[in-house]
């Protein structure tokens, strides 16, 4: 099970820090996904992180601004997001899988979290 929290009301420029905290032993074994999805669109790649923590991955719209961690002593992962933009605004959801390739298709994803709100005002 995976729970998301940190999302919010940002001004544009703004920061915030989201977490998906995982229940279950095998955390350590999934690499992990930060997906958003705006309204009537399909859920969109963000960024993700593998086993080993120092490889990550980031759609290009993100880069230099997102980073994605993660911290397998305390079953969680976070994605702090920096000079956040209008177009960040979205549900963001975080998925967990088996390591391997595709880890920028949502739909390889195993287990999902319920989502968290993020709102960017310009």
């Known amino acids: 099970q995976l729970v998301e929290s940190g999302g919010g009301m940002v001004q544009a420029g703004g920061s915030l820090r989201l977490s998906c905290a995982a229940s279950?032993?095998?955390?350590?074994?999934?690499?992990l996904g930060w997906f958003r999805q705006t309204p009537g669109n399909e859920r969109k790649f963000v960024a993700a992180i593998g086993v080993s923590a120092g490889s990550t991955w980031y759609t290009d719209s993100v880069k230099g601004r997102f980073s994605i961690t993660r911290d397998n002593a305390k079953n969680t992962a976070f994605l702090q997001m920096n000079n956040l933009k209008f177009e960040d605004t979205a549900v963001y959801y975080c998925?967990?899988?088996?390591?391997?390739?595709?880890?920028?298709?949502?739909?390889?994803?195993?287990?999902w979290g319920q989502g968290t709100q993020v709102t960017v005002s310009s």
């Open positions: 279950g032993p095998s955390f350590s074994n999934y690499a």
């Open positions: 998925g967990a899988r088996e390591p391997g390739t595709g880890l920028t298709y949502y739909t390889s994803y195993r287990y």
